[in-house]
């Protein structure tokens, strides 16, 4: 299998929680594998050290003592930073070493999930060019699959599994969905290369059009 401008290429898939970003990129490394493409999966939070910290934090299983002698759950900003540590721990110990090997790279979720949950807050648009500037040396996918979920079905979808982390409740997706739209939308505008899917089409659908696209990129 050849690709046409990034042999081999790096690519993310993103979305909300329930979207199905973890099935779609196993489905699609499957696929690039039984075509003959070597293909490394990966994610964020990664499985290094931060990623493991990150993923103890998020499920509320690690908080910091406050001053009244109670505890309170690490801060955003110190996540945006987590999270941007992270990334480069993972391009650097999984992701570059699978390019130059000559496999394709493929991210459960990038840098577009922080500029989505930790670039929002008090004053909006400064943490997004914060959370943006953190993560100024991650480098860009060739690819980012965004799978598009509305809100109901990503809850049902997270009503299967066991466990919730601090994003999941129905006003948190709601306020994100709205987010993911205007990220998408202005890295689109600065030329990323994206490509939008219906997460509500049956997963073969979903995973034969990220694979087509990925075999015409760009
Ligand atoms: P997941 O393993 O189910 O994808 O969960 C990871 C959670 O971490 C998900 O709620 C999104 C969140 N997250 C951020 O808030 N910022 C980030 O930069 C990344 C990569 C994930």
Redesign the pocket.
């Known amino acids: 299998m050849t690709f046409p401008l990034s042999d081999p290429p790096f690519i993310v898939i993103e979305g909300l929680?329930g979207a199905g970003?973890?099935t779609q990129t196993r489905r699609v490394a499957e696929m690039l594998r039984d075509r003959g493409q070597p293909t490394v999966t990966s994610?964020?939070?990664s499985r290094g050290p931060v990623g493991t910290l990150i993923r103890q934090m998020?499920s509320l299983r690690i908080t910091v003592p406050d001053l009244k002698g109670g505890h309170r759950p690490v801060g955003r900003e110190t996540l945006a930073l987590l999270?941007a540590a992270d990334r480069l721990d993972h391009l650097e110990a999984e992701v570059e070493p699978t390019l130059a090997a000559g496999k394709a790279a493929i991210s459960?979720?990038y840098y577009h999930?922080?500029l989505v949950?930790?670039g929002e807050g008090e004053g909006e648009d400064v943490d997004y060019e914060w959370v943006r500037t953190l993560n100024e040396r991650a480098r860009r996918p060739d690819l980012t699959v965004f799978l598009e979920a509305p809100v109901e079905l990503c809850l049902q979808r997270m009503a299967h599994r066991g466990s919730r982390?601090i994003?999941e409740s129905r006003s948190s997706l709601q306020r994100l969905h709205r987010r993911y739209q205007q990220v998408m939308n202005l890295l689109a505008a600065e030329g990323e290369n994206i490509l939008r899917l219906d997460a509500a089409l049956p997963k073969e659908e979903i995973t034969e059009a990220i694979v087509a696209k990925i075999s015409g990129l760009p």
């Open positions: 929680d970003t973890t994610c964020e939070p998020l999270f459960d979720r999930s922080s949950y930790q982390d994003y």
